[in-house]
């Protein structure tokens, strides 16, 4: 923008930093991609890298934290700068075919996730009430559709995944405490070791490519535009401080699960295979109160996912499509209930818990991120698109490093899982 001196000036230099108190009501997206990466394939990947590889993997957090906020960061400053949510802007910049392309892809990813979501809710119903998983799944499959049909969509999903990502961290953390705490020492030194044992590199990916996925941050720029963000707030710390909200809370209860199978699975050479396998397993440590401690670890879980990842999968499908992506639209809401009948279809089929579907959809978002990423790579690096505003040269490197990490993680899983 111009000053009356005629010195041309870069947006946002003169914006100030807004209170802590402030910061906090204005938070909101990067919790509700909590919730979605949060499902029970996250739950299930993290307690098999703990339960089969100890602490050896533990620094996997450490390019998690960076490509989190790298992705979130970089998606929302897009948003400012080209004035659009990511899709929109690739559909602008890159035409048609390019927004069909990553709009289908992720939209792939995202219902391979609703299957999986829908076992986790049921196996949460199960351990806490008892009930079979199909009957559990289908009653929380009838509170989502109501959250779902309901107005103001958006803050109901809000709260009740704010509230699940407590309920989570609470009962993961009670059954880390109860047993009894990581070897702090193992923990530092699987910390920096950087080391990928023999076998681990698929679920090493799988893990990442949930934790940190570029869809979340996509999907975020949709959700800014719900919550009214405008591009003061990509300079007065809003942005930055929900992106970091989101990658701590994923931190917080990815670790804490790790850490489970560390400390309880792997010394007895114990390994699951699904995520309600893990309270049986701490029955001997807990006693009757880890069915109900993990019950509510997944219902939270499998809920917040189920309720918010399959309205992503909409939105932007409906984005690369050219359509609306408004959540109280007729299409998003249509759109949704096609994707949990067809989902539930799939599932009640498999008769048990839909461990391959969870797994096919780790590999489905790992392949969605390079696809997704890079058309993001390629808007940031545009000098058109940052125009007016300072140039994002960290921003620049951090997301190039990330997304070349992405790939070689992608093309090193893929090529473990197909060939060998």
């Not at 394939?41 to 996997?60: C, E, P, R």
């Not at 609703?114 to 199960?126: C, D, E, P, V």
């Not at 401080?241 to 560390?262: C, E, F, K, N, Q």
Request: proline share 3%.
């Amino acid at each position: 923008m111009e000053e009356n001196t005629g010195v041309v000036t870069e947006y946002g230099a003169d914006i100030k930093r807004l209170p802590l108190s402030q910061l906090l009501k204005r938070i909101g997206p990067g919790l509700v991609a909590t919730g979605i990466v949060i499902g029970p394939g996250a739950v299930t990947t993290a307690a098999m890298l703990g339960a089969d590889y100890g602490y050896a993997l533990i620094w996997l957090i450490i390019p998690i934290i960076f490509m989190g906020i790298t992705f979130m960061m970089t998606t929302n400053r897009l948003a400012i700068t080209t004035g659009m949510p990511t899709i929109h802007a690739i559909r602008t910049y890159y035409g048609k075919l390019a927004s069909y392309v990553v709009g289908i892809a992720v939209f792939l990813s995202c219902l391979f996730f609703t299957m999986g979501n829908i076992s986790g809710t049921g196996a949460g119903m199960n351990l806490i009430f008892g009930i079979d998983w199909k009957i559990g799944s289908l009653v929380m499959i009838a509170v989502v559709l109501y959250c779902y049909f309901a107005k103001n969509v958006y803050s109901k999903v809000e709260k009740i995944i704010t509230l699940c990502i407590l309920v989570m961290i609470l009962s993961f953390y009670i059954t880390l405490i109860g047993t009894g705490g990581p070897d702090w020492f193992s923990f530092g030194k699987g910390l920096v070791s950087f080391q990928v044992p023999e076998g681990s590199l698929s679920t090493a990916l799988a893990f990442i490519s949930t934790n940190a996925s570029v869809t979340a941050g996509i999907y975020a720029t949709y959700l800014g535009k719900e919550k009214k963000w405008n591009k003061d707030d990509l300079f007065n710390g809003v942005m930055f401080t929900d992106a970091l909200v989101h990658v701590i809370s994923v931190v917080l209860i990815s670790s804490s699960i790790i850490l489970v199978g560390a400390i309880v699975l792997h010394p007895q050479g114990l390994s699951i295979k699904t995520p309600a396998q893990l309270a049986e397993l701490l029955v001997p440590i807990m006693g009757s109160a880890a069915r109900y401690i993990m019950g509510l670890a997944l219902l939270g879980a499998g809920f917040s996912s189920l309720l918010a990842n399959t309205q992503r999968g909409m939105v932007l499908l409906g984005a690369g499509l050219d359509r609306s992506v408004a959540l109280e639209s007729k299409f998003i809401r249509i759109g949704c209930l096609i994707c949990l009948l067809f989902a539930m279809c799939v599932c009640y089929s498999f008769n048990g818990s839909p461990t391959q579907l969870i797994f096919l959809a780790n590999i489905a978002t790992s392949i969605a991120t390079p696809v997704g990423g890079l058309f993001v790579l390629l808007l940031l690096w545009r000098e058109d698109v940052n125009k007016g505003y300072k140039k994002p040269t960290v921003l620049r490197i951090c997301m190039t490093i990330s997304y070349i990490f992405a790939l070689i993680m992608t093309a090193s899983g893929l090529y473990t899982i197909l060939f060998k």
